[in-house]
């Protein structure tokens, strides 16, 4: 009985700590697709348009995706950050995630 118990614990030990750095890299993975998808979707604005998006919002009103996807990291849509074309422009160029901290491989959130 002893020994199942010790099994038991050894086996709980071992991959509790995997489970939540599984959960983690999911996490990013859902992200970084996110971020291609957004890129692939404003690029595409972009050309049918011949200018960007004054925010995310016009893509949902035209179309181009039926939601603004939700940040894996912050659990929300609200919290990206767009970057705009030019200086004081208010359009939207490109996006980022306003996640604070580092991914399991060490980069900021904010820098993908």
């Not at 995997?18 to 890129?39: C, P």
């Not at 011949?50 to 939700?70: H, N």
């Not at 929300?76 to 160029?93: K, L």
């Amino acid at each position: 009985m002893s020994v199942v118990v010790a099994v038991i614990g050894i086996l709980y030990f071992t991959v509790v700590p995997m489970y939540g750095s599984t959960i983690q890299r999911a996490k990013e993975t859902t992200l970084k697709e996110n971020l291609h998808v957004m890129r692939k979707v404003l690029d595409q604005y972009y050309k049918d348009h011949q200018t960007w998006p004054r925010d995310l919002s016009v893509l949902v009103q035209e179309g181009y995706v039926r939601a603004i996807p939700i940040d894996p990291i912050t659990k929300s849509a609200e919290t990206w950050v767009t970057v705009p074309s030019e200086t004081g422009t208010g359009d939207v160029f490109d996006i980022h995630s306003g996640a604070t901290g580092n991914s399991l491989d060490g980069q900021l959130f904010s820098s993908w």
